[in-house]
């Protein structure tokens, strides 16, 4: 019984339809990333091109443009070389597939995190001229770019290990491009990383937008007692 359940390494078929698959996420990766790179040039240059929208609040919104731009760079990319580049029979491997690895990992991780960092700047933007409209004048555009640019330099700093852990391995008959590290570093900086650059901002987000919700709905509460009145 023991003989007819194991499988031999040896005996290893791949799925007939493997290829076919990884060609329609790639073609379907690769429209998604077109359109995302045309969406956002557009809103780059619509900014640049017209003085009336570059006000320094939207310099939050450029810089969510411009790591988005990046990320639909990297995407499509960074599966093509999880999938077909490090795969048995393909013309790049060694180094220049493990150079895509690290360098695909951290520029689309890094672009996640600089989009989540903005949108807590935005959410913060809004709570200040909302709840303390008094205060918003405080948030000068040097303050702004100061911010946007503390987006990008603590997205990179944490993606960082990245560059030195990512590495095309072999995981018996697959090979792929993973975080290769032992297993207590890896949970410890999926957790940390999952934490700081996604469930924090989503925190954050919720706890400004629910504050600002509150102000809204006692403004309206006082504007209908007036109107009693």
């Known amino acids: 019984m023991n003989n007819s359940s194991h499988v031999n390494s040896n005996d290893y078929v791949p799925c007939p339809y493997m290829y076919a698959v990884n060609a329609f996420f790639i073609t379907t990766l690769a429209l998604i990333s077109l359109a995302a790179f045309i969406g956002n040039t557009l809103v780059i240059a619509a900014v640049y091109k017209t003085p009336i929208l570059r006000t320094s609040t939207n310099y939050y919104y450029i810089n969510m443009a411009v790591s988005d731009f990046l990320c639909c760079l990297v995407t499509w990319p960074l599966y093509l070389t999880d999938v077909l580049v490090t795969s048995s029979g393909s013309l790049i491997q060694g180094p220049l597939a493990t150079a895509g690895c690290k360098v695909g990992v951290f520029l689309?991780?890094?672009?996640?995190?600089?989009?989540?960092?903005?949108?807590?700047?935005?959410?913060?933007?809004?709570?200040?001229?909302?709840?303390?409209?008094?205060?918003?004048?405080?948030?000068?555009?040097?303050?702004?770019?100061?911010?946007?640019?503390?987006?990008?330099?603590?997205?990179?700093?944490?993606?960082?290990?990245?560059?030195?852990?990512?590495?095309?391995?072999?995981?018996?008959?697959?090979?792929?491009?993973?975080?290769?590290?032992?297993?207590?570093?890896?949970?410890?900086?999926?957790?940390?990383?999952?934490?700081?650059?996604?469930?924090?901002?989503?925190?954050?987000?919720?706890?400004?937008?629910?504050?600002?919700?509150?102000?809204?709905?006692?403004?309206?509460?006082?504007?209908?007692?007036?109107?009693?009145?």
């Open 108 to 229: 689309r991780t890094a672009s996640y995190s600089v989009s989540n960092t903005t949108l807590v700047l935005i959410a913060v933007d809004r709570f200040i001229a909302i709840v303390f409209p008094l205060k918003a004048t405080m948030l000068t555009r040097k303050i702004r770019l100061v911010l946007t640019f503390a987006t990008w330099v603590i997205s990179l700093s944490c993606c960082f290990p990245n560059l030195f852990f990512s590495k095309v391995k072999n995981f018996g008959h697959v090979t792929s491009c993973r975080f290769a590290s032992d297993s207590l570093t890896a949970v410890i900086y999926y957790t940390a990383g999952l934490s700081m650059t996604a469930v924090a901002p989503l925190v954050a987000i919720v706890i400004l937008y629910f504050r600002i919700i509150r102000v809204f709905k006692k403004k309206l509460h006082t504007r209908i007692q007036h109107q009693k009145q």
